[in-house]
Every structure is written in C-alpha cells, then in structure tokens.
C-alpha cells in the first residue's frame, strides 16, 4: 500500500482526494492537514465521510509530517504550497502540488501573473505538467508533477488536436470558459454566496485571469511558436463543471467530420477523453463526479471558423482526479485505479 498524504484537506479539492482515494486499491492516506481544524475528525468536517474513515487533521509542519507518507498531494492556495512542495521534494518525496506554483516554467511569468516570487527555481526547474494526454511518458518519470489549472484542462485539451495538426491560425484562439462556484474553493467570500451567484451569470477576470499563461505556455509548445490567446471565464450558479468553448480560424477547407476524425485518433487510446459524434455537444451534467473530458465540436464553414466545446467536472478532471491520475502514472498503478466513477445524474 502506497502511504499518501494530502495537505490543505480541508477544502473542495482536498476532500475530493480523500473521497476518491478511499476507493483506490492500492493506497492508504496516512496524514492530511489543515490549520483552522486541526485536531478535528474528517468525518466531522465533512459528513459524507462519517463511517468512512478515521482520519484527523494536523497541522502542516512539513519537518513533522514528511515520515508519514511516500506521496503528497499539495492542495494549497497558490503561495502556500512552494515551500512545502520544495521540502517534500527535496526529501526524496513524490508530489503532485494543485496549486499554480510549479506550472509556469519561466518564473518572471509567474511572478507577474501572481505577484509572488519564485523562491525554489531549482525545484520548479524539475517539475513536469500533469496533463496524461500530452505528456504521459514524462509524467511517468516525474517525481513532482503540476497538476494543470482547471480552466486550462478543458482548453488545452479542446486546442491540442488542432495546434498539434497546424490546421488553424495559432493567434486566433477565443476560449471562453464557464464554471461552477466550487472552482474558487471553500474559503468563505461574499461575492460567492448564494444570492449573489444564485440566478446570476457574469464574467470576470476579463483579459487578466491567471489560468491565461498557462494556456498559453501549452499551447505554444504545441505549435512550435509564441501563441496568445483570449480567454474569458464566467461564474455559472451551479456547484461544479466547466463549460470550454474554443473558437479558431481554420487555414483551409475542413468539414466537421473530417475534424471529428482527428480528434477520434488523436484521443482514442485516452481513457477520460470522449470524443462525441457529430451533432452532439459535452454539457457539464454529463461528466459530473467523473474524471471524463467531453469534446464536440463543429465547423462553420460559412466564417472558417472550428467551434470546438468540451466539458469537465472541475474538482475532478479539472484537480484532484486529474491528480490522481497522474499519481497513478508516477507510481506504476493502472491509470484508471480509483477513477472508474459513472458520471452522477441528475
Ligand atoms: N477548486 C477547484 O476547482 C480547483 C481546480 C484546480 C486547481 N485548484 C487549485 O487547488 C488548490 C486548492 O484549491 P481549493 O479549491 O481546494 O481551495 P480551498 O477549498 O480554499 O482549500 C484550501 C486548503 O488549503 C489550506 N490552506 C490555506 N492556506 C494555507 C496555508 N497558508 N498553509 C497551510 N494550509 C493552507 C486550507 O486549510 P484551512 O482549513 O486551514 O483553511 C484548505 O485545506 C488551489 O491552489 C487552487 O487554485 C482548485
């Protein structure tokens, strides 16, 4: 059994590892921190898990809790998680961090986007970005892997096939991305309390969302060249799932079918990636609760244009499935272990 630890499990995708890992064969949690409940049961903090385990939070003193586990899942905010990550690493540790610390490569990009200094370069230098479909072999030899942004998930994954291809202007992305309110995390903000999100629909964050360069950091590294792109995000009033639509120029004739094509053999082997037939689009309604990624898409042949739309429960695909995913992969499991979860309706 791999011994694994999880800090910052007292937020959504915290305690979505422990609900995920708790049906995973072939590991056992040993050690899950929080600060402001410590001490306390998980399943008293959370009371879908009452019967389920008996895990109590501690407090995250890396020095203390590093014996306690051979793999940890950093499920901090952004800042919080560079030291420890660093010092698990540097233990011998395997870590997957869902934080944004270890995505950017360059970090004067992060510094800008985030605002906060870089102070473990040599660290982040050894990090590799956790999304299986692109960089699967990578990931297998990783000992510390940056579980992708939630946004980016979808958008990368709805782009690739057409940036791999070279069918589709590379400064012509449009992503414009919905999602539920669990994507901003647990901690409490009046801006996402119920009347202010229930009937409501905006976006924010426009032209200056930090999930923007880690797109395009991706997406440029698929396209062999420097690619911008403009992407939108909206707060849906529904708990979970993101809604991503692409738009592109295409750079010659191509009808729906023959995209449908490309995207069948590019994703075909991938186990969360479901490529929908033609006439049929991803709704979020239909990956709840499961580690799939739903891709449609349609040309319209009128403007040029490729409108690609994919879909992803943003706690799991969009984090701590994706997360576990690429544990499985790093530590030699069957990459579907613990993730064969039917999609919940309604
Ligand atoms: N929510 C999503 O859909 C999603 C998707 C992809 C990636 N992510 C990323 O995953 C990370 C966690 O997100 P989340 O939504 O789970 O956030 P969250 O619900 O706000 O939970 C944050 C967790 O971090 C702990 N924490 C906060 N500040 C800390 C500090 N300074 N030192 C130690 N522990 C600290 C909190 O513990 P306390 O009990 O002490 O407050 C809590 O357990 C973030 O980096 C986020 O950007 C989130």
């Known amino acids: 059994m791999l011994k694994v630890g999880i800090c910052g499990g007292s937020g959504y995708t915290g305690s979505e590892l422990v609900r995920i890992l708790l049906s995973h064969p072939g590991v056992r949690i040993t050690v899950i921190t929080s600060e402001r409940s410590r001490g306390r049961r998980v399943g008293s903090l959370f009371p879908h898990f009452t019967g389920l385990t008996g895990l109590s939070y501690e407090s995250l003193i890396p020095e203390k809790i590093v014996k306690k586990a051979d793999f940890f899942f950093m499920a901090l905010p952004h800042a919080a998680s560079q030291e420890a990550v660093s010092f698990f ?3 011998g540790k395997h870590v997957c961090d869902l934080s944004a610390d270890y995505r950017l490569k360059d970090p004067r990009v992060y510094e800008t986007w985030y605002g906060v200094r870089h102070e473990h370069r040599t660290v982040l230098k050894r990090s590799v970005y956790g999304l299986p479909e692109l960089y699967r072999s990578r990931i297998r030899r990783a000992r510390l892997v940056a579980n992708p942004g939630c946004f980016p998930t979808g958008a990368i994954l709805g782009i690739y096939p057409l940036a791999k291809k070279g069918i ?3 400064d012509s992305f449009v992503i414009d991305s919905k999602s539920g309110t669990s994507g901003a995390g647990r901690k409490a903000d009046s801006s996402l309390s119920f009347c202010e999100v229930n009937e409501s629909f905006r976006a924010y964050a426009i032209a200056t969302h930090r ?5 395009e950091q991706e997406v440029s ?3 062999g060249k420097p690619v911008m792109v403009d992407f939108t995000p909206h707060l849906l009033p529904v708990n979970r799932g993101i809604l991503s639509t692409v738009y592109a120029r295409l750079t010659g004739k191509y009808t729906t079918e023959e995209l449908l094509t490309l995207y ?3 994703f075909g082997k991938e186990p969360f990636v479901r490529v929908l ?3 049929r689009f991803p709704d979020i309604r239909n990956v709840r609760g499961s580690n799939f990624c739903d891709v449609g898409l349609k040309v319209n042949e009128r403007t040029g244009t490729v409108i690609v739309v994919t879909a992803i ?8 499935g994706q997360a576990v995913q690429n544990m499985n992969i790093m530590m030699g499991f069957e990459e579907t272990s613990g993730l064969n979860h039917t ?3 309604p």
């Open 343 to 345: 999609p919940a309706l």
């Open 313 to 320: 429960d943003n706690l799991v695909k969009g984090a701590s």
């Open 211 to 215: 999930h923007t360069p880690e797109i």
């Open 264 to 266: 069948s053999k590019t």
């Open 168 to 170: 589709v202007d590379p």
């Open 89 to 91: 690493y540097k233990s």
């Open 221 to 223: 590294r698929v396209a």
């Open 277 to 279: 037939d033609e006439g």
